[in-house]
């Protein structure tokens, strides 16, 4: 390869940022609009658009040992995981946290 065709190869490959902020420049009006016509397509969908607020929890007391221990088998368990309390009389101050 010469010499001359290595200088045609680097001019060719390399970038002119003069020319290309030239080019930016010159179509900034355009730029402009664009930019501001989809802000105003966004503020609009923004605000035409429902707001949906959903939230979900679930409540499950705690029981403490003696309490689940005393409950009547399985069903009195389930009984105090729903908030029910079956024993009425053993009811403590420290059955739950």
Request: with cysteine; glycine share 8%.
């Amino acid at each position: 390869m010469s010499n001359k065709e290595n200088i045609n190869y680097t001019e060719e490959d390399s970038i002119d940022i003069i020319a290309l902020l030239k080019t930016l420049l010159n179509g900034k009006k355009l730029i402009v609009k664009t930019t501001i016509l989809f802000f105003i397509i966004g503020c609009i969908v923004a605000l035409l658009s429902p707001v949906i607020y959903t939230s979900k929890t679930t409540f499950v007391p705690q029981v403490s040992e003696d309490q689940m221990s005393s409950s009547k088998g399985g069903l009195g368990s389930l009984a105090s995981l729903a908030g029910i309390n079956l024993n009425q009389g053993s009811s403590t101050s420290d059955s739950y946290l």
